[in-house]
C-alpha cells in the first residue's frame, strides 16, 4: 500500500464515498446491527480514508486509521488514532502494539501488487479476525473490470484474492447492495476510473465513456458487495 503506487486522491475518495456512491452509510449500519460483537481489543483500520466507517460504528473503540494519504483534517472520535502511512511498514505495525481486529474496506486492489509481501504482512500482523468489504463482480461493475483490464494499461480494479486472508476461515458474510449514480454521463465516468485506479486523461475518459453510454440507459448502476468475517 504505497502511495506512489496509486493514483487517487484524498479528495477523490471523499468525492466517491460523499457524492456519488451510498456504500459507507450501508457498511455502517450492517456493521451496527449484525457484526459489533466482532469487534474488540485494539482494531487496525487498514486504508481507513476519512475513518467515517468505524467513528461512527465503534466509536468508544481504541481504533487506528492507517492510510498512505493524509485524512488528517478529518474529525474521529477522541479514542480514535490516525496514522499517515503504509501498512507494510513494520515499524508502524511495532508502534501500535497488539492488534486483535484488522478491518480493510475495499483496499484490496493497493496491496495485492506482491501477494507473498502481502501475506508475510497479514502474518506479522497476527490479529485475531479480519473484516473485509469486497466488491463481487457479478454485476455491472464486474462488466467494467473487464473492459478497463483488456482496454486500459494500467488499470487496477478490486480483484478477490484467491485464500485471501491467510491462514483464516470464513466465520460470517452478508451480501449488500451500493447504488454508484452521477447527474451527467461523464461524471460516472470520472468514478468508474476511480474505481478502477485510473488518471483522469483525455484518453481514458473518452474510451470509458463511450463505454458506459453504450451499455447504460441513465448514469448509474448498483454494486454487489459483502461484508465477510475471518478469524483463525
Do not use: W
Request: hydrophobic share 40%.
Amino acid at each position: 500500500m504505497n502511495k506512489n503506487n496509486i493514483t487517487i486522491s484524498s479528495e477523490d475518495v471523499v468525492d466517491f464515498k460523499g457524492v456519488y456512491c451510498d456504500e459507507n452509510p450501508i457498511i455502517r449500519d450492517i456493521l451496527k446491527n449484525d457484526f459489533s460483537s466482532f469487534f474488540e481489543g485494539t482494531i487496525l483500520d487498514v486504508g481507513g480514508g476519512t475513518g467515517d466507517i468505524l467513528s461512527e460504528v465503534i466509536p468508544e473503540k481504541n481504533v487506528i486509521h492507517l492510510d498512505v494519504l493524509d485524512f488528517s483534517d478529518k474529525e474521529i472520535p477522541e479514542k480514535h488514532t490516525r496514522l499517515t502511512g503504509d501498512f507494510f511498514n513494520r515499524e508502524i505495525i511495532d508502534k501500535i502494539g497488539s492488534i486483535d481486529v484488522m478491518f480493510m474496506s475495499h483496499v484490496q486492489q493497493f496491496i495485492d501488487g506482491d501477494l507473498e509481501k502481502l501475506k508475510s504482512a497479514v502474518e506479522y500482523v497476527n490479529t485475531k479476525k479480519i473484516i473485509l468489504v469486497e466488491d463481487m463482480n457479478d454485476d455491472f461493475l464486474g462488466e467494467v473490470m473487464r473492459f478497463s483490464l483488456l482496454h486500459f494499461e494500467n488499470a487496477n480494479p478490486e480483484v478477490k484474492i484467491e485464500g485471501f486472508p491467510y491462514g483464516y476461515r470464513l466465520a460470517k458474510s452478508k451480501p449488500f447492495v451500493a447504488t454508484l449514480s452521477a447527474a451527467t454521463f461523464l461524471e460516472l465516468t470520472k468514478q468508474c476510473l476511480y474505481l478502477m485506479d485510473l488518471k483522469h486523461t483525455d484518453e481514458n475518459i473518452g474510451r470509458m465513456l463511450a463505454f458506459l453510454e453504450s451499455k447504460l440507459s441513465e448514469p448509474k448502476f448498483t454494486i454487489n458487495q459483502e461484508i465477510n468475517i475471518y478469524e483463525k
